[in-house]
């Protein structure tokens, strides 16, 4: 089965950027629905964005459009999220993942942003 793992989170200012980056083994994801979630402290999971299968469709969450965008490589079975004006409210663990129907969950990379 797929596994996730995410890498790329770190602590920075309010207003700074960060790239995240999900790399997918022991199965392609290419033909995959993918999007990036988040759990803030004390909080739910929350879907933040979508990418269809050949990156031609995408969908945000209403806080974070305009401030991040996701992307992938099916070449080389990876999904990004670059992340700018970062907010201290993006604080939290994200998490890459099948937009519909879930994988195992990978560890997650923390994001946590200062203000």
């Known amino acids: 089965q797929v596994q996730l793992a995410e890498s790329g989170g770190g602590l920075v200012q309010d207003g700074g950027s960060l790239r995240l980056s999900c790399a997918a083994s022991?199965?392609?994801?290419?033909?995959?629905?993918m999007g990036w979630f988040r759990q803030a402290p004390g909080k739910n999971r929350e879907f933040v964005a979508g990418?269809?299968?050949?990156?031609?469709?995408?969908k945000y969450l209403d806080s974070v459009r305009g401030r991040f965008t996701i992307s992938r490589d099916n070449a080389k079975n990876t999904l990004h999220l670059q992340m700018d004006s970062l907010k201290p409210e993006d604080t939290g663990v994200y998490y890459c993942?099948?937009?519909?129907?879930?994988?195992?969950w990978g560890q997650g990379t923390q994001v946590t942003v200062s203000s």
């Open positions: 990418i269809s299968a050949s990156g031609g469709s995408l």
């Open positions: 993942n099948r937009a519909l129907g879930f994988l195992p």
């Open positions: 022991s199965g392609t994801i290419g033909s995959l629905v």
